[in-house]
C-alpha cells in the first residue's frame, strides 16, 4: 500500500527504507560536521605550532594594554624548562602550559642576551617594556618566532627562526 509519494511502506504499516535523497542529506550533514570539528581536534606540527605562538603573541598584547590602561605593573614569567608562561599583577594571575611536544627554544632580550635555560621575568609597566621581546617555539623540525616590539606593543609571529 503507497500513502505517500516518497515513501513505500509494507502491508503491516511499517516503514521499509529510507530514500536515496533522505540518505545523501544525511551523509552531507555528517560529512560537513567532521570537516569543520575535525581539523582542531588534530592541531599537529606546523598547525599547532603556529597556533601556540599566536596565542602567546595575543598574550603580550593583553599584558602591554592592561598595564598601560590600568597603569599597573604586569610581569610575564616564561618558564623554559617547564614550558609554561603566565602573568600577573596586582589584581589578576594566569598561567598556560604550551600544547604537547611545544618547547621553547629560547628567549631574546637585549639587557639579558640569550636565555636557554631556567626562567625570564619581564616587566610590563604603565609605559610597556623597556625593551623588545623575542621568543623561539619549536615542535619536531617546525620553528616559529613571536617578536614583541615595547616601542608600539605589537606582537608578530613569524615562521621559522628569526633574531
Do not use: C
Amino acid at each position: 500500500m503507497l500513502t505517500s509519494l516518497t515513501r513505500k511502506y509494507n502491508t503491516d504499516g511499517r516503514r521499509s527504507a529510507f530514500t536515496l535523497i533522505e540518505l545523501v542529506i544525511v551523509i552531507f550533514i555528517i560529512s560537513l560536521t567532521t570537516a569543520l570539528i575535525v581539523p582542531n581536534l588534530w592541531e599537529t606540527g606546523k598547525r599547532g605550532l603556529r597556533s601556540e605562538a599566536k596565542r602567546i603573541a595575543s598574550t603580550l598584547r593583553y599584558v602591554n594594554d592592561e598595564a598601560a590602561g590600568k597603569k599597573q605593573t604586569y610581569t610575564l614569567r616564561v618558564n623554559i624548562g617547564e614550558g609554561s608562561w603566565g602573568y600577573e599583577s596586582e589584581n589578576e594571575t594566569r598561567s598556560f602550559k604550551v600544547k604537547k611536544d611545544i618547547v621553547f627554544r629560547d628567549i631574546i632580550i637585549p639587557s639579558l642576551g640569550m636565555i636557554t635555560t631556567g626562567e625570564a621575568a619581564l616587566s610590563f609597566g604603565p609605559l610597556g617594556p623597556e625593551e623588545p621581546i623575542t621568543l623561539h617555539l619549536s615542535r619536531d623540525k617546525f620553528e616559529y618566532t613571536v617578536i614583541f616590539n615595547h616601542l608600539n606593543g605589537r606582537a608578530k609571529v613569524y615562521e621559522g627562526y628569526r633574531t
